[in-house]
């Protein structure tokens, strides 16, 4: 094998090597947050939400995510809400609470 050759092999291994490392890193783990209700019905509930988290050292999008789902009032809405986030395989679903959230 020349030197050029080989060179050239060392050289691309070392620039593939950082982002196949940075490709295997874990996903960040899931907050799934099931509301009945809409955003801005929970924006105040949801600032204390990240609030809390950050206290606990958690930041979205630094090393947890927190996806949110909506309802919008309409209890038709929270199955496929619902299977939208399990489908996401989520680490934990946090569900509102209040007429539409009760089980049947």
Do not use: C, K
């Amino acid at each position: 094998m020349g030197r050029r050759r080989f060179l050239a092999l060392v050289s691309g291994g070392l620039v593939v090597a950082p982002v196949a490392a940075h490709a295997q890193q874990p996903a960040l783990p899931v907050i799934g947050f099931l509301g009945t209700s809409t955003a801005a019905a929970w924006a105040g509930y949801v600032a204390g939400f990240r609030q809390g988290l950050s206290e606990a050292g958690y930041v979205d999008g630094r090393n947890i995510t927190v996806e949110f789902r909506w309802a919008e009032g309409r209890s038709d809405r929270l199955s496929a809400l619902a299977a939208d986030l399990v489908g996401r395989r989520v680490t934990v679903v946090i569900t509102s609470t209040g007429v539409h959230g009760r089980m049947r």
